[in-house]
């Protein structure tokens, strides 16, 4: 039994759960649409949102998946209208961050995501709904997802976008633990922390694929291979899938396939 594990984004951020899934699980094969010719989502309405994300998680259907990880906050705000359409299990990126943000005990937490996150504000709900007592600010942005799809790494225009949400948390209280509720954001993590040092920053993609490993092993369901694989697919073009490859350090990458669904 080789079932493979499909992890979809809007664009490359869904690498960052890529990365915590071959830290957590070497042995698993895994593969990965991003739908770069649509990105960014967080500026669509709900209905283009889950239309474009159905065809992503057929795709994985076809292609004999064993559970599908949306490593896409955007996305996962939405689970409860497609969860429950396939046979196989669809883990979204922000409960299992929820509830470590409670687990941790943490009674403040600054949520920065693209504005349809923030707007849905799925994770104020999650939390508050364990812990009343947690304070929660959040800022919404509109850009800093296509930026980083762009490609535009280390680019001035991304610092300054990324100080300026930082300054405009901080007028909304001096919350030290920040969610970067955006799995494009934690490829730029270390601009955050150029800016703030102290500031801990809370990686939604490192959750989700412990509550991947998690779900395998309680339906009994992981590899017992030593080494996986990854291959790509996208809706856009591959350059910049092997900037980020190089960047995170992933590993057994096999093709990066262009396709149209
Ligand atoms: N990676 C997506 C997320 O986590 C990016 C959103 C977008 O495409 O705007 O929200």
């Not at 690498?15 to 042995?27: A, C, H, M, R």
């Not at 889950?50 to 949306?70: G, P, Q, R, S």
Request: hydrophobic residues 35%; charged residues 25%; contains cysteine.
């Amino acid at each position: 039994m080789s079932k493979k594990i499909g992890v979809l984004d809007s664009g490359i951020g869904g690498l960052t759960t890529v990365k915590s899934l071959q830290e957590l699980l070497p042995g698993e094969d895994i593969i990965y649409f991003g739908d770069n010719k649509n990105v960014p989502y967080g500026n669509k309405s709900k209905d283009e949102i889950l239309a474009l994300t159905l065809k992503m998680i057929d795709f994985f259907k076809e292609n004999d998946v064993k559970i599908v990880a949306i490593a896409c906050n955007t996305i996962s705000t939405l689970i409860d209208s497609y969860r429950d359409k396939y046979e196989f299990p669809i883990i979204d990126i922000i409960s299992p961050t929820a509830d470590y943000v409670v687990k941790t005990g943490l009674d403040n937490v600054a949520i920065l995501g693209t504005e349809f996150t923030v707007n849905q504000a799925s994770y104020n709900k999650l939390i508050l709904k364990q812990n009343p007592d947690i304070d929660i600010i959040s800022e919404g942005s509109k850009n800093l997802a296509a930026l980083v799809d762009g490609g535009k790494f280390d680019d001035e225009e991304t610092k300054e976008t990324i100080s300026t949400h930082l300054s405009n948390l901080k007028s909304k209280g001096n919350h030290k633990n920040l969610v970067l509720a955006c799995t494009h954001y934690p490829i730029v993590q270390n601009i955050f922390l150029s800016y703030e040092p102290d500031l801990n920053l809370i990686n939604p993609a490192y959750q989700q694929a412990k509550a991947v490993k998690e779900i395998l092993s309680g339906k009994g369901l992981l590899s017992s291979k030593e080494k996986g694989s990854l291959n790509i697919y996208t809706s856009g073009g591959p350059d910049i899938y092997t900037k980020l490859i190089e960047r995170l350090e992933l590993k057994n990458v096999g093709q990066i396939t262009t396709v149209d669904i």
